[in-house]
C-alpha cells in the first residue's frame, strides 16, 4: 500500500518549488523577453530578496542583525522594493551605457551579494546562513503532505496574480511602449519615449519580482545559506526562460516546471545510481548539459519552446544599412 | 578595351529578401568615363552603389568588371577585382592616423611597393602628408574626403565608385573634391558617383542616370540633361533647391 | 605596516592584466563580452597540465625546474603546445556557437551563447579533473627580500618580465603590424574594413587566436603563482572585465593599467580590510567608472 501522504508530501514540494522558481522566471522574462536585457546575475536579486525578507521577519538572535520579527507579507513587501531598488540602481548606471555593460554589473551584483552573504556575519549569519524564518501555514508543519499542499496552494495563487498582472502589463499602453521601443526604436523616440526610462522601469520591475520568488522560498524553507544563491541558479533560471520560450509569460512558467522536473530527476538518478565519489563529477556533468542545450536553443530556437508571435521586422532605410555586428 | 567596363545589368538587391531596394536598375560605364547616378530620396542610389561593392544582399542581376563576373564576390576582395569604393557616412576610419588609414589600404601589396604608392599619394594629395599623424577623426569634413579618395585610390583600381562626395562640404570643397575626381579621370580611371548636388555632377559626369524607386527612369548624356529644364525640375531637386541650401 | 602588499598587488596587477589585454581585445574586436573568456585560462592552465605530465612522462629531465624558477622545461614546452590547443578551442566555439549569431542577432544574444557556453566549459572541466586544486610544482619558493621590508621570489620576477614582453609584444602587434590595423579597423567599422579589403572573417579568426593564445599564458602564470582550480578563471573574469572598462574598451596599455590599479587595491583590502573582501574590489571599481567615465581612460568620450 503505497504512502499517499508521502507521495502528496513529494509532489506538493516539487510543485512548490517549480512555481517559486517560475516566480524567479516571469521576473527574468519580463527583462529579457520583453525588454531585452541581460541579466547575468539573477541570484543575486533572489539572494537579495531572500535576506531582507529573512532579516525583517526573524526574531532577535544572536547570530545576525535585523530580527524585526515583522509578519511574513511585510518581509514579502520589503523584499521585494528592497530587490527592485537594487535593479533600479544597476539599471540607472547602465542603461544608458552598452547593452553588456549591464551584463557586467548584474554578474558584478551577484558576486557581492555572495560576498556579503558568505562574509558580512553579523548582518547575514555568514555561512550558516539564518534559520528560523517564520513559514506560512506554520501550524500545520507537523502534517507535512498537508503543510507541503497549502504552501503550494500559496504559492499557485502568487503565481496566478502575477501572471495576470503580468499579462495585463504587457497588454496596457505601457506595455505597447515597451514592446515599440523593442522593434523600433527610433520610431518610439520619434513619438516622444524616452527608452531608456521604459527599460529602467521594466528592469526594476523584473528585478523586484526576483527578490519576490527568492523570499518565497526562504519562508518555504524556513533557513537560507549563501551558498543557494551562486551562479548556479543563475544559470538554472536561464535555462527555464530560455526552454520554456523568452518573451512569453506561459513559456516562462511551462519552461520553468520543465527544468525543475529535469534538474529534480537528474539530481535523483544521479544519487541512487552513482557511487557517492563521483557524485561531484555527475552534477558537474549535468551541468554541461544544460549548458549545451542552453546555447543549443539560442541557436536553433531561440523563442523557445513557446514561440512569441512573429514580430514585424525592422524596416532598414538606406542610410542605416544592415549590419549588427560584424 | 570594346564595351563597358564595368557593366551592371537588372539588379535586386536589399536587405530584406522580399523588399528590394534596388529593383531592377541596369547601369554601364566605359573606361575613363564618369557616370553619375542621381535621383530623388529613398531612389536606392546608395543601395545600388553598396550592392555593386559587395555589401548589399543581390537577390537578382548581374555584375561584370570586364569579363569578370562579380556579382557575388566578396566586399574584400573587390579591392584586388579592380573596383574600389568611398561610402558617404564613415568613410575613413576615425580612430586610425592618417597614415594608419593608407596603410591599411595598401595592405595586401608587398611592402616596397606599399612605400612607394603611399609617397605618391601623399605627392598628389599634399595636405593628406602634413596631417599624416593626425587622427582621421580630427580632419574636417573635405579633408575627410581626400583621405577616403586617396585610401580608394591607393591600390589603383579600374573602375572608383563615390557615394555622395560632396555631402557636408562647402562648395569651395566641392570643386576642389570634383577637380580631383577630373584629374583622376585624366589618369583613365572610371568613375562612378551617386550624387544629391545635381549641379555639380552633372558638369562632372559624361553620362547620367536617373534611379527613382529603384529602377532607371532616364539615361542620357550629362550635356543633354543639363539643357532640359523639364527634366531638371522633375528629378534634381538639387538644381531648384540650390538657393536653400545652408 | 609593511609595503609588502604593493608587491602583491603588482604580481595581482600583472596576472589580471595579461588576461585584461585579451578581453578588450576580443570585446572591442568581436563586439561583445564574452564570458567564457575566463574559461580560456582555465581551460589553457589544464591543458597545459596535462600536456606538461605527458612530455615530463616520457622526456627525460623535462621535469626539472629551471634555475631558481618553479617552471619546468616541460610545462614551457606544454604552453606552446597548450596555446595552439586553447586556441583551436576557441575558434571551435567560434564556428559552433558564435557565427551563427552574428550578424543576424543583437550581440547581448552572444554575451548570452557565451554565458551558457562558460557554464558548459567550466562544468567540464570540473568533471574531467574535479574541483581539487592542483599544482604545476610541488617546491616551494624562497621569498628574497630586496630592501624597504619588500620580498620577491623568482617566480614572480619571472612574472613581471613575462607580462612586460607580451605587453609591448601585443602593442606592437596592433599598432605596427597590417595584421593589427585591420583588427583596430574591424573593432571600427567592418564594413568599411571589408571596402578596404581587409578579409573580416579572417582577421576574427585571428582575434580569437590571439584572445585565446592570451588567456592561455595568463592561466599558465595564475597556475604557477596561484594554484590551478576550475574556478580560477571565473574569479578572474569580474576584474578582467572591470580592468578592460576602466582602461577603454580597445586600449591595451589601458587595460593593463587598469588591472594594475585593480590589483594593488585588492592587495591593499586584503592587508587593511581583510582577504574576504578582496573580490569586492573589481565590482567598486566598475561602479566607480561607470558613474565617473563609462568610456575609461583611455577610450573616447561619448
Redesign the interface.
Known amino acids: 500500500m503505497p504512502d499517499l501522504g508521502g507521495v502528496l508530501a513529494y509532489v506538493s514540494f516539487f510543485l512548490a518549488m517549480a512555481l517559486i522558481n517560475a516566480i524567479a522566471c516571469l521576473g527574468l522574462n519580463l527583462q529579457w523577453g520583453q525588454t531585452g536585457l541581460f541579466n547575468v546575475g539573477v541570484a543575486g536579486f533572489v539572494a537579495v530578496g531572500a535576506y531582507v525578507s529573512a532579516l525583517l521577519t526573524t526574531p532577535p538572535s544572536d547570530e545576525h542583525l535585523g530580527g524585526f520579527s515583522l509578519p511574513i507579507v511585510v518581509g514579502w513587501l520589503g523584499a521585494t522594493v528592497a530587490a527592485g531598488a537594487v535593479s533600479a540602481f544597476v539599471g540607472a548606471l547602465t542603461l544608458r551605457l552598452r547593452a553588456d555593460y549591464l551584463a557586467i554589473t548584474t554578474f558584478g551584483v551577484a558576486i557581492v551579494a555572495q560576498l556579503i552573504a558568505l562574509n558580512a556575519q553579523k548582518l547575514t549569519g555568514g555561512t550558516f546562513g539564518i534559520a528560523f524564518i517564520p513559514r506560512p501555514f506554520e501550524s500545520l508543519a507537523a502534517a507535512p503532505a498537508l503543510f507541503n499542499l497549502a504552501n503550494f496552494a500559496l504559492v499557485a495563487i502568487v503565481v496566478g496574480v502575477l501572471y495576470v498582472a503580468l499579462e495585463r502589463l504587457a497588454r496596457s499602453p505601457w506595455g505597447r511602449v515597451l514592446r515599440a521601443i523593442r522593434e523600433d526604436e527610433r520610431a518610439a523616440m520619434a513619438l516622444g519615449k524616452n527608452p531608456t526610462r521604459y527599460r529602467l522601469q521594466a528592469f526594476a520591475l523584473g528585478g523586484a519580482v526576483m527578490g519576490l520568488a527568492g523570499a518565497i522560498e526562504a519562508h518555504f524553507i524556513g533557513f537560507i545559506a549563501p551558498e543557494n544563491y551562486q551562479s548556479a541558479l543563475t544559470f538554472q533560471i536561464w535555462a527555464m526562460l530560455i526552454v520554456g520560450g523568452s518573451g512569453n509569460n506561459a513559456g516562462a512558467i511551462v519552461g520553468a516546471c520543465l527544468i525543475w522536473a529535469l534538474w529534480s530527476a537528474s539530481g535523483l538518478a544521479i544519487s541512487v545510481l552513482v557511487p557517492p565519489e563521483f557524485e561531484a563529477r555527475a552534477a558537474a556533468l549535468r551541468i554541461v548539459a544544460i549548458g549545451v542545450l542552453l546555447a543549443a536553443m539560442i541557436v536553433l530556437r531561440p523563442r523557445g519552446i513557446f514561440a512569441e508571435r512573429a514580430i514585424v521586422s525592422r524596416f532598414l532605410d538606406e542610410e542605416t544599412g544592415g549590419e549588427a555586428s560584424p | 578595351m570594346i564595351g563597358p567596363l564595368l557593366s551592371v545589368e537588372n539588379l535586386v538587391a536589399g ?2 529578401p522580399g523588399l528590394p ?1 534596388v529593383n531592377g536598375a541596369s547601369i554601364h560605364a566605359g573606361k575613363g568615363e564618369i557616370v553619375a547616378v542621381l535621383g530623388p530620396n ?1 531612389a ?1 542610389k ?2 545600388l552603389l ?1 550592392a555593386i ?4 544582399p543581390v537577390s537578382g542581376g548581374r555584375v561584370k568588371l570586364g569579363e569578370r563576373d562579380i556579382t557575388r564576390l ?7 577585382a579592380g573596383l574600389a ?3 558617404q557616412t ?7 592616423s592618417v597614415d ?1 588609414n593608407l ?3 595598401a ?2 601589396l608587398p611592402r616596397l611597393l606599399r612605400i612607394e604608392r603611399i609617397a605618391a599619394m601623399y605627392g598628389a594629395f599634399p595636405d593628406l602628408e602634413r596631417q599624416k599623424s593626425l587622427i582621421a577623426g580630427r580632419l574636417s569634413g573635405g579633408q575627410r574626403q581626400m583621405l577616403a579618395i586617396a ?1 580608394a585610390m591607393l ?1 589603383q583600381p579600374d573602375v572608383l565608385m563615390l557615394d555622395e562626395p560632396s555631402a557636408g562640404l562647402s562648395p569651395k570643397f566641392v570643386e576642389i573634391v570634383f577637380s580631383k575626381l577630373a584629374a583622376i579621370r585624366q589618369t583613365g580611371v572610371t568613375i562612378v558617383i551617386v550624387e544629391q548636388n545635381a549641379r555639380a555632377a552633372l558638369a562632372l559626369a559624361d553620362r547620367v542616370y536617373v534611379l527613382v524607386q529603384g529602377r532607371n527612369r532616364h539615361e542620357g548624356r550629362a550635356r543633354d540633361l543639363l539643357d532640359d529644364p523639364v527634366i531638371a525640375a522633375l528629378y534634381f531637386g538639387g538644381v531648384e533647391t540650390e538657393a536653400e541650401a545652408p | 605596516m609593511t609595503l609588502q602588499f604593493l608587491v602583491d598587488g603588482l604580481m595581482a596587477g600583472a596576472l589580471i592584466g595579461l588576461g585584461a589585454i585579451g578581453v578588450t581585445l576580443t570585446y572591442s574586436i568581436l563586439g561583445f563580452a564574452n564570458f567564457a573568456h575566463g574559461e580560456f585560462i582555465t581551460f589553457g592552465a589544464y591543458a597545459t597540465l596535462l600536456i606538461a605530465s605527458a612530455i615530463g612522462a616520457f622526456v627525460a629531465g623535462s621535469d626539472q625546474s629551471i634555475g631558481p624558477l618553479s617552471i619546468t622545461w616541460a610545462v614551457i614546452a606544454a604552453s606552446v603546445a597548450a596555446i595552439g590547443v586553447t586556441g583551436a578551442m576557441a575558434l571551435a566555439l567560434d564556428f559552433v556557437l558564435f557565427r551563427r549569431l552574428r550578424g543576424k542577432s543583437a550581440a547581448i544574444s552572444l554575451v548570452l551563447a557565451s554565458f551558457g557556453a562558460s557554464m558548459a566549459i567550466r562544468a567540464s572541466l570540473e568533471f574531467a579533473f574535479t574541483s581539487r586544486p592542483t599544482y604545476f610544482a610541488r617546491d616551494l619558493q624562497i621569498a628574497t627580500p630586496i630592501g624597504l621590508g619588500l620580498k620577491v621570489t623568482p617566480d614572480q620576477i619571472a612574472l613581471l618580465i613575462a607580462t612586460a614582453v607580451v605587453l609591448m609584444a601585443t602593442h606592437a602587434l596592433m599598432t605596427r603590424t597590417q595584421v593589427g590595423r585591420a583588427m583596430r579597423a574591424v573593432a571600427e567599422n567592418p564594413s568599411l574594413a571589408r571596402v578596404a579589403g581587409v578579409n573580416v572573417d579572417e582577421t576574427i579568426r585571428v582575434v580569437w587566436l590571439l584572445g585565446a593564445a592570451l588567456a592561455c599564458v595568463s592561466g599558465v602564470m595564475l597556475g604557477l603563482l596561484v594554484q590551478i582550480r576550475p574556478l580560477m578563471g571565473f574569479d578572474l573574469l569580474l576584474p578582467l572585465f572591470a580592468a578592460a572598462i576602466l582602461g577603454g574598451i580597445g586600449s591595451v596599455p589601458g587595460a593593463f593599467l587598469g588591472a594594475l590599479i585593480i590589483g594593488l587595491g585588492e592587495a591593499a583590502t586584503v592587508q587593511f580590510a581583510g582577504a574576504q573582501w578582496r573580490a569586492a574590489v573589481a565590482f567598486v571599481v566598475l561602479i566607480a567608472v561607470l558613474i565617473v567615465r563609462p568610456s575609461g581612460l583611455f577610450g573616447r568620450s561619448g
Open positions: 536587405y530584406e531596394i529613398g536606392g546608395s543601395t553598396k561593392a559587395g555589401l548589399t566578396p566586399a574584400h576582395e573587390m579591392i584586388e569604393f568611398a561610402p564613415e568613410n575613413v576610419f576615425v580612430s586610425m594608419d596603410k591599411l589600404a595592405g595586401p585610401r591600390v
